[in-house]
C-alpha cells in the first residue's frame, strides 16, 4: 500500500516560513533605520554646537585718541646734499730748496699767516745781501757824480766851462739814479725771495696730511706739494631740489632769508641751522634738479667735506593751522579719512583734506574740528559705527609677541580650557581683543608726503 502526503501541511509549512522571512526583514530595516537617524541625530547635534562654540562676543575695540592742535606749521622741502669746504688750498713751495723745519701737526687747525714750514734759506741770503751791496756801490758813485754836476753847473753858470759838458754830467747822473733804482727793485725781489723760504698758511683751517717730508728737496713746480688746508668754519652744503619747486623757492628768497637745516646720521637730530646761500642759474638737464648752496657755522665740527646729509629749505610757515598726528589720518579707495569718535564712544569715518604730513603729524585743512576726538591706534579690527573704548594718556597698547593657544572645539563658551601645566588659557574674545590692541598700535596711519 503507497503512502500519500499530505499536501495541505505542506503548504501551511512554507507560508510560515515566507512570513516568519519577511518579520526578519522589517526588523532589520527597522534597526537600520534606526541607527542612521542616531548618527545623523548625533552630527547635527555637533553641527550646531561647533559655530556656538567660536562665537566671540561684540566687545568695544581698545583705541587711543588725540584732540586736533591749532598752531604755526612750519613748511620744509627736503632734499639730500653733499658738504663741502668754503675754501681748500694745496699749500706749494714758492722757491726751491731744502726743506729744513715743519712747524705743524696733521690735522692740526692753523691760522691764517702761521709758518708751516721753512726752506734752507742760505742761498737766498746770499742773493739778497749782494743786492744790497750792489746798490750801496751805485749810490757812492751816485753821490760823487752830483758833486761834478754842481761843479759844471757853476762853470757853466761864469761861461768858464762848456755848457755842453754841463747836459753830459747832467745825463750821467739820472742815469746813475736809474741804475740805483733797479738795484733797490733788485733788492725788494731778493727779499720777497728771501721771504719765500718761510711756507705761510693762506687761510684758517684745518691741515691735512703732510705730503712732504723734513729733509727733501722741494720745487716750486712740484705737483704734489707741501699740504691740504680746508677750511672747516664755516661750512658750505650744496643740495638738489626738484626742478619743480623753483618757482616756490625764488617766491620765498625773495622776501628774506632763508633758513637750511641740516639733519645728523639718524636723520631726526638737526645738528646745525644755516642760511641759503645761492641758487644755481640752470637745473641740471640729466636729473631734472636745481643745485642750491648754503652756509653753516658747523661750531662744533659737526659737518665734513664729503660728508653726505639731510638738508631741509623753510620756505613758508602756515599760521593758526589746526594739526592732527599723522597716524589719525587713513586712507581709503574714496581718498583720506579720520575715525572721529562720537557720543557713546562710537566712532563715525569722516573724509579729511590733508594740506601737508610727516612722520609725526599732518595739516588737516578740511573735515575737523578742533573739539573731535580722533582715534590714532587701534584700527586693526575698528570700523564705521564700531564702540571702542579709549585708553589713558600715554598708554600704549601692548603687541601680542605670540599666538594665544587655541580652545578645544568642544569647551562651552564663557568658560576657558586647562592646558598641559594646569594653567587657564585664555578665552577667544579676550585673545581677539588683545589682537586688536597690538595691531592697532602698530599701524602709522598714513604715508610720508611732501609739502
Do not use: C
Not at 111 to 116: E, I, N, P, R, S
Not at 339 to 358: E, F, L, M
Not at 406 to 429: H, I, L, N, W, Y
Amino acid at each position: 500500500m503507497l503512502f500519500k502526503p499530505d499536501l495541505n501541511g505542506t503548504a501551511k509549512a512554507g507560508a510560515i516560513r515566507v512570513a516568519s522571512g519577511a518579520r526578519r526583514r522589517l526588523v532589520s530595516i527597522f534597526i537600520t533605520l534606526l541607527i542612521v537617524g542616531g548618527l545623523g541625530y548625533i552630527a547635527w547635534t555637533l553641527w550646531q554646537k561647533k559655530p556656538a562654540a567660536r562665537t566671540i562676543p561684540d566687545l568695544p575695540v581698545p583705541v587711543l585718541a588725540a584732540t586736533p592742535r591749532i598752531q604755526d606749521v612750519p613748511v620744509y622741502l627736503d632734499g639730500v646734499g653733499q658738504v663741502k669746504a668754503l675754501n681748500t688750498v694745496l699749500v706749494r713751495p714758492q722757491v726751491d730748496g731744502k726743506l729744513a723745519t715743519v712747524n705743524f701737526v696733521e690735522g692740526q687747525d692753523v691760522k691764517k699767516g702761521d709758518v708751516l714750514a721753512e726752506i734752507d734759506p742760505v742761498i737766498y741770503k746770499a742773493q739778497f745781501d749782494q743786492a744790497v751791496a750792489k746798490k750801496a756801490q751805485d749810490e757812492a758813485q751816485l753821490a760823487n757824480q752830483r758833486l761834478d754836476l754842481v761843479r759844471y753847473q757853476q762853470l757853466a753858470a761864469t761861461n768858464a766851462g762848456s755848457k755842453q759838458q754841463y747836459d753830459t754830467q747832467k745825463a750821467v747822473v739820472a742815469q746813475q739814479e736809474a741804475l740805483v733804482n733797479a738795484d733797490q727793485a733788485a733788492i725788494d725781489n731778493a727779499q720777497a725771495t728771501l721771504g719765500y723760504t718761510k711756507i705761510i698758511a693762506p687761510l684758517s683751517g684745518r691741515a691735512g696730511l703732510r705730503q712732504v717730508d723734513q729733509g727733501n728737496i722741494i720745487h716750486a713746480a712740484d705737483a704734489t706739494g707741501l699740504v691740504f688746508i680746508t677750511q672747516l668754519q664755516p661750512i658750505a652744503v650744496t643740495f638738489s631740489l626738484p626742478q619743480q619747486q623753483i618757482v616756490r623757492v625764488n617766491d620765498a628768497a625773495a622776501k628774506g632769508m632763508l633758513a637750511v637745516d641740516v639733519f645728523g646720521n639718524d636723520g631726526v637730530t638737526v645738528v646745525d641751522t644755516g642760511r641759503l646761500s645761492g641758487i644755481d642759474n640752470q637745473v641740471d638737464p640729466t636729473t631734472g634738479t636745481l643745485k642750491l648752496k648754503a652756509e653753516f657755522p658747523n661750531a662744533n665740527y659737526q659737518l665734513w667735506p664729503g660728508q653726505f646729509v639731510n638738508v631741509r629749505l623753510k620756505v613758508d610757515t602756515l599760521s593758526q593751522a589746526m594739526v592732527v598726528p599723522t597716524s589719525a589720518v587713513q586712507r581709503g579707495p574714496a581718498g583720506t579719512f579720520s575715525y572721529v569718535i562720537g557720543d557713546g564712544d562710537i566712532v563715525t569715518a569722516k573724509p579729511v583734506a590733508v594740506t601737508q604730513q610727516n612722520e609725526n603729524d599732518a595739516v588737516i585743512a578740511s573735515g575737523l574740528s578742533p573739539s573731535d576726538r580722533v582715534v590714532t591706534t587701534g584700527f586693526a579690527s575698528l570700523s564705521d559705527g564700531a564702540k571702542v573704548v579709549i585708553g589713558k594718556d600715554g598708554q600704549t597698547p601692548q603687541v601680542d609677541l605670540a599666538p594665544k593657544k587655541k580652545r578645544s572645539s568642544g569647551a562651552v563658551p564663557g568658560k576657558g580650557d586647562r592646558g598641559k601645566d594646569g594653567k587657564k588659557a585664555d578665552s577667544p574674545a579676550a585673545s581677539d581683543q588683545k589682537g586688536q590692541t597690538g595691531q592697532g598700535g602698530g599701524q602709522s596711519g598714513g604715508a610720508k608726503s611732501q609739502p
